[in-house]
């Protein structure tokens, strides 16, 4: 027997595309998504509202002929930002929100925020404009320990920012633990946070018992089994301040399985089958759309997407490819080490 389940489009706000040869392989496998938050850390990072339009001209290019994905663009902080040019991103409707990563938090984040006064004007101006601060959350402090560095973000940094600028928009990206979630929940209007798919799927005994799991490595770090559970609480809620964003973040094999891999889980060929066995799970299938299609755009202030996605459960479990392969070596596909009988209709175009 088959069972059917249809929701609105979904948006991801929270998508790594990378660039040259990575990018051709792996923009296709996202446009089950009708827009995406494009993350700006590349090498060079995109630092102006020219290096995004030209950043996403390069990703309409890799796009599969007709497609009708949307790459919403992202400007990475750096202390040089100049409040004028991402002014007039937003207004030629290059630039939809910028992005602070904490200097040496995650790929490519060497050139990030060390001093939070030093973006301060550039702060205000998107305050004014409406536009979102997209957050990694998370401290770089040595004393602070990694599984504990969500927490002392909000402490030490996103509170007491959100005391001084009020009225700034603020996304907690890839949030990961129970403090996280109670923050949003609690907090007034202006926060959302989105969750990832291997957050949601795994906790750290994945990455760490019976032997080292490099492609289970991600950043912010897989948590405790109580923090994976306050995590899916929250996305099954139905609440708005809580939406997906995959997060899924390409790197090659040989990059990941070296002495110092990479940080991220190459999760968009199975996000969707994966969200709908959660959902599944804690019996609130009847929320999957609220979370992937409409709480999202809500927040960012679009309107949801108008077409619709299919999902069928099948008797027989899904195979997905283990691997992409690229001009410079595979790409791990996520293994979110259950059998997923959830599938998308046939791919998007």
Not at 53 to 82: C, K, N, V, W
Not at 259 to 282: D, N, Q, R, S, Y
């Amino acid at each position: 027997m088959t069972a059917e389940l249809e929701i609105l489009r979904p948006d991801d706000w929270h998508l790594h595309l990378r660039d040259g040869a990575m990018l051709a392989a792996v923009a296709p496998h996202s446009t089950w998504a009708r827009r995406a938050i494009i993350m700006p850390n590349l090498d060079p990072p995109v630092t102006t509202s020219a290096e995004a339009a030209a950043y996403q001209h390069r990703i309409r290019r890799a796009l599969p002929r007709g497609s009708d994905f949307t790459p919403l663009m992202t400007l990475y902080l750096t202390e040089r930002t100049d409040p004028a040019d991402l002014a007039a991103g937003v207004e030629t409707g290059i630039v939809t929100a910028a992005k602070l990563y904490p200097a040496g938090a995650t790929t490519n984040s060497a050139r990030g925020v060390r001093d939070l006064d030093a973006i301060m004007p550039v702060l205000e101006r998107m305050a004014d404009l409406g536009v979102p601060l997209c957050t990694h959350g998370e401290v770089t402090a040595p004393e602070v320990d990694i599984f504990d560095r969500e927490a002392v973000f909000i402490e030490r940094v996103l509170a007491p920012l959100r005391q001084r600028l009020p009225e700034l928009k603020v996304v907690m990206e890839h949030v990961t633990t129970a403090e996280g979630v109670d923050y949003v929940r609690e907090s007034a209007p202006g926060i959302g946070a989105t969750i990832t798919v291997q957050h949601l799927m795994l906790n750290r005994n994945a990455l760490l018992a019976g032997g080292i799991r490099p492609h289970y490595y991600c950043l912010p770090v897989l948590k405790r089994e109580r923090h994976r559970q306050a995590l899916r609480r929250a996305a099954t809620s139905g609440h708005a301040r809580f939406f997906l964003g995959t997060d899924s973040a390409p790197h090659l094999r040989g990059a990941k399985e070296a002495p110092c891999g990479c940080a991220g889980c190459f999760t968009a060929p199975v996000a969707l089958p994966c969200l709908a066995h959660v959902f599944e799970e804690e019996g609130a299938l009847d929320r999957l759309e609220a979370f992937a299609s409409r709480n999202g755009p809500a927040f960012y202030g679009l309107a949801p997407n108008p077409d619709r996605l299919r999902l069928q459960k099948t008797r027989s479990p899904m195979r997905p490819p283990s691997s992409i392969q690229t001009p410079e070596g595979p790409v791990e596909v996520f293994d979110p080490g259950v059998a997923l009988y959830w599938q998308m209709e046939p791919a998007y175009a």
